[in-house]
């Protein structure tokens, strides 16, 4: 495939700031993919979407998105955000992500999931939808 892969250790900072985050720099150096990852501040479309794929939301450094620019696809997010009807808020939203997957400028290459254990004596456990974890500051022991 023609594809040299050459390994550099940085800072997380320095990452996000001076390479991967970096348009200018992941183009003078004509690097075409790149792996980040990035978590949503809570479990919605908008949260998350806009940040990895809103070509308004790419800076000189420090982007979060370096790689989507269709206008189409900023439309369909500013549709959905203006939507006060909820499915068809999440039609949009569903629309949206199928144009990023028809155009592959992201490549999804695993999903964490997490094995939750805990002991008999455990109650009021709860798993948070946002962090996919157990809510500490309430689980207590019996």
């Known amino acids: ?15 996000h700031q001076r390479y991967g985050g970096n348009p200018a720099y992941l183009k ?32 000189e450094e420090s982007s979060i998105n370096v790689s989507v620019r269709v206008k189409a696809i900023d439309e369909l997010m500013d549709q ?6 909820a499915p068809k808020r999440a039609a949009l939203w569903t629309q949206v992500e199928r144009r990023l997957a028809e155009e592959a400028v992201l490549v999804p290459l695993s999903w964490q999931t997490r ?16 962090y996919g974890d157990y809510d500490l500051l309430t689980m207590g022991v019996s």
């Open 28 to 59: 003078q150096n004509r690097i075409g993919l790149i792996a980040k990852t990035w978590g949503p501040d809570w479990p919605d479309p908008d949260a998350f979407l806009t940040l990895i794929a809103d070509s308004r939301e790419i800076t």
């Open 80 to 85: 959905a955000r203006t939507e006060p009807d």
């Open 1 to 15: 495939m023609g594809i040299e892969l050459t390994l550099r250790a940085a800072r997380v900072q320095d990452f």
């Open 115 to 130: 094995l939750l254990l805990r002991g008999a004596h455990a109650t009021n456990v709860h798993v948070s939808p946002v």
